[in-house]
């Protein structure tokens, strides 16, 4: 089907809940014990081309691993790593209900629970037959194939029924919820502060103005130039939003380990978004800073000195 570049099936998919918790024995290292705990995931053939998981060692599945009397399994780098612990995992026999299967290859790691949990150890078995979910790469947007992919289904099998369809992209905005919640409040409370941080700067210098009126007015008869006037009132407000920032930034530093869980792929204390939040809030405090400037550079130097 044009715009379709591979098709595969397994028990569950990506990030969708379901893969099951299981334990298992390796045949050549009895001393671990019988209970390895692992993930456990059945799969059809070419679903690790599909899903774009990199075959390390050995072969990916095919459609003859999918006979019912097949005994290959796949392991992960975490199951190889955390059990196998540099012993030769190729050939290597896992015991898993009663059935002894030979480690065909190992595959690389994937999160299948939520983006933000540790890698986890997986063995991945042929799945001949079953309930079984269908996963589709396409070379076009997922959604406009999904009428399409729904009609070659009922073509070649009206007796099944497709339930559900969804993107990966849905699946990891789904383990994301919390955090796209809290990303959406915090912008919006950031915004809000920076909102809050100009408006009270343009108020401290407006008043600053007001109540200098005569020492400006001083100046100017004295020869100063409405440049060293804005240059002077810039400076005044640039330095409270400087001690404004210092003071902030210290502040988020102590408060990093409160919204830790709910940061995915940021650290909390990522030297960008500090440096980009500064930045941001010196140029808002830079522009709250003209109006005020600006008025004090009109300030007539007669009636500044007759006030006084």
Sequence with gaps: MPGIESVTWSGFPLLYGGVSSTSVSLVEHPDLGNELETQILEIG???????????????SITLQDCRKDSLGIWINRAFANKYLKGAPAMGAHVKYEEKTFEVMGIVGDVKYQSVKADFRPTVYIPMPSGDFSFQVRTAVN???????????VAEIASTIAIQDVGTLQEGIDSTLSTENAM???SAGLGFLALLLAAIGIYGVLAYSVTRRTSEIAIRMSLGAMPDNIL???????LTLAFLGAVVGLLASWALTRLVQQFLYGVKALDPVTFSLATAILLVIAAVACVVPARRATRVDPVIGLRYE
């Design 231 to 237: 240059r002077l009132i810039l400076k005044e407000g």
């Design 142 to 152: 997922p959604q406009a194939m999904e009428n399409r992919v729904r009609s070659a």
């Design 45 to 59: 053939p070419g679903y690790f081309e599909t899903m774009k998981i990199p075959v390390l060692s050995g072969r």
């Design 183 to 185: 990303a959406r409040l």
